[in-house]
């Protein structure tokens, strides 16, 4: 059976090595058919309550919703700005709260983290991973990938053999979880 798998890298960068770790993790599905999603496709006014009362919830964020919701599994790459997230996510994140229902459908998720540095985005994920369980009851495994350009090709993904066993077991738990 084809699952659907939406994935994102958690940045609004042209070049997001978060987008490029998430598409290579939602490839490795076997059976998938992967929707990559680009935030820059779903640039919205800074999320207020104001804002909401006065224009409503945005159609992109319904849009963006619309794309959770009809997949089977989400995965998303966390880009790290100050120790959180990126500015562009946490806004589509308060956007798409704000409609009915789990802000990501209970859906099995697949947290991942990369940067150039040697903590691959650790703090910006145990901030997602902590926040996510509170918010999707379903199955999260996550990863974290340090020295982006020095442990991830294009041509072979995560080339360093001790970080992708690590990978492998944390898309197992994802892929599991998308079997229920």
Do not use: C
């Amino acid at each position: 059976m084809t699952k659907k798998i939406v994935a994102l890298g958690a940045s609004n960068s042209k070049n997001s090595i978060n987008k490029t770790l998430a598409t290579f993790a939602a490839n490795q599905i076997e059976n998938a058919t992967v929707n990559v999603l680009d935030l820059n496709d779903f640039e919205m006014p800074i999320y207020g309550i104001d804002k909401e009362m006065e224009s409503g919830v945005p159609t992109l964020a319904h849009d963006f919703k619309a794309h959770l919701k009809n997949s089977d599994g989400i995965i998303i790459s966390f880009a790290e700005h100050n120790g959180a997230y990126s500015a562009a996510f946490k806004n589509i994140m308060d956007w798409i709260s704000r409609i009915e229902g789990s802000t990501w459908e209970d859906k099995p998720m697949l947290l991942l983290a990369t940067s150039p540095g040697g903590r691959g985005g650790m703090t910006v994920l145990e901030i997602a991973v902590n926040k996510f369980q509170h918010m999707n009851k379903n199955t999260i495994a996550s990863f974290s990938l340090p020295f982006f350009g020095n442990n991830f090709s294009e041509e072979n993904g995560i080339t360093e053999d001790d970080l992708f066993k690590l990978f492998k077991e944390q898309l197992k738990i994802f892929t599991l979880a998308l079997g229920k």
